[in-house]
């Protein structure tokens, strides 16, 4: 299949799924001495997304960032190329620090979006850099990758059957760019737009995704959780690792380990390595008898906005040159190196503090010992309707925008392409996994997919809202010409 006209997003997922779970664990080679008598760490992550849009010769689908380059005139535009080379800079920037003498580290999150559409640009720079950070042996101890959805959906949203197919599409597109070594080494997971689902079946279909998936922890934002007497993090406890409980409407649960990302403006904290300054300012802390560094943790676009272009190179220079000469008695960690220090002296999740998701707390109060989805659901109606900020739409570092309201003209489509996806397909998968690796299948699949990207309910009504619509018509008439066929 034409990586240009389809994605690799299907087609493997037995050989993948044995792939993830049998991996080893790459960061607990690392010598535990590295943090010895430091007293705190940070760890910063760059985000990268461009959707796809169908906006190319004849509507084909084609980047949002080749979309820049045919017309410049337009918005912002104009950074087609400075965003292109963001995508890419972290492959000169990395070892020239190394050549310095310094130690820096950073975690790396671009959407199957993004990495399909530089394939189809024919951008060889930005896949080669990508492949050098991905893959070269020196690098893996400074880069560390993160798995994220395919195309950028808000999870709460988005629906529950498709989690997972969100999640195993990015592993295609992954292991198709950089081997199937590269996507073993990839422990740690970044919700698109940080959006953290709170409705209890949601979260909990989403944290058992993850786990099936082989992931061994995730990044949420401080303000989308919440301790599980409901009341809000304390201070010292978001620079420590906790423990992510998910339960559904059944009682079953489930759990995963969460680094906690501080709040605040995001781009400016990481374009000006702020996490390093704020890291020198923190004690170590005790944690199941064992003195660890406190850890701040930070996650920002990796080339929207002015900062993030124009001021960050230097920021990450001075800052990585500071730790290297001593300043503050801080180290720059990527998420799994500190975990598997914590492991290393005996830290495990199980002594992590354990925390919810936010507003949870005031759904098991109200439902109490009768956990049951009618019980859920009537505390989910009754919650709501006092109108006092209660809400089961997630949390996100976009809290001053919905993903919901006001895009009925975009959710009702999605949701219905893809029940119509999975009644065409689950039985027909279940019987012969074979299927997955169909074109009928891909297609279908890529339409779902595209169609739960967040930037079709982001920019409002008009242009986007328009994209959204058109993918979801070639979408239904897909799925339209499978059923037609089977029915004759």
Known sequence: MDPHQFPPIAGREQAIQSLRLNRPRRWMALPSSTLDNQQAAFACALHMHQPTVPAGVNGALISHLQYMFDRPGEGDNHNAEPFAQCYRRMATLIPDLINEGCNPKIMLDYSGNLLWGVVQMGRDDITEALRYLACDQQMQNHVEWLGTFWSHAVAPSTPIPDLALQISAWHHQFADLFGNEALQRVQGFSLPEMHLPNHPDTLFALVK?????????????????????????????????????A?????????????????????????????????????????????????????????????????????????????????????????????????????????????????????WEDV????????????????????????????????????????????????????????????????????????????????VLLLETSCFRYWGQGQWTEFAQAINRRGEASLASLSSRSAS
């Open 368 to 447: 109490g010992d009768a956990i049951h989805p009618d019980a859920i659901t009537a505390a989910i109606e009754k919650l709501t309707s006092l109108g006092d900020g209660f809400s089961m739409q997630g949390a996100s570092w976009t809290n001053n925008l919905s993903w919901v309201d006001g895009y009925s003209n975009v959710l009702d489509p999605m949701q219905a392409l893809s029940a119509r996806f999975h009644q065409h397909f689950d039985a027909a998968v279940a019987a012969d996994p074979s299927v997955t690796a169909s074109s009928a299948y891909r297609q279908a699949l890529l339409h």
């Open 209 to 245: 995704a993850l786990k099936d998936s082989g992931y061994r922890w995730m990044l949420v934002q401080e303000h989308s959780v919440e301790r599980c007497d409901g009341t809000p993090l304390a201070s010292a406890q978001r620079y420590l690792p906790n423990q992510l409980m």
């Open 247 to 363: 339960r559904n409407s059944r009682g079953d649960e489930v759990s995963i380990t969460v680094l906690i990302k501080t709040q605040g403006s995001d781009t400016k904290l990481v374009g000006q390595m702020q996490p390093c300054y704020e890291a020198m300012g923190l004690e170590a802390q005790q944690l199941h008898g064992r003195t660890v560094p406190s850890l701040v943790s930070q996650i920002a676009d990796g080339e929207n906005g002015g900062v993030m272009m124009n001021e960050f190179p230097e920021a990450f220079r001075q800052a990585n040159r500071r730790v290297r000469d001593g300043e503050g008695n801080v180290a720059a960690l990527n998420g799994s190196e500190y975990l598997a220090h914590l492991e290393s002296i005996g830290v495990e999740e199980r002594h992590f503090p354990r925390i919810q998701a936010v507003h949870q707390h005031r759904v």
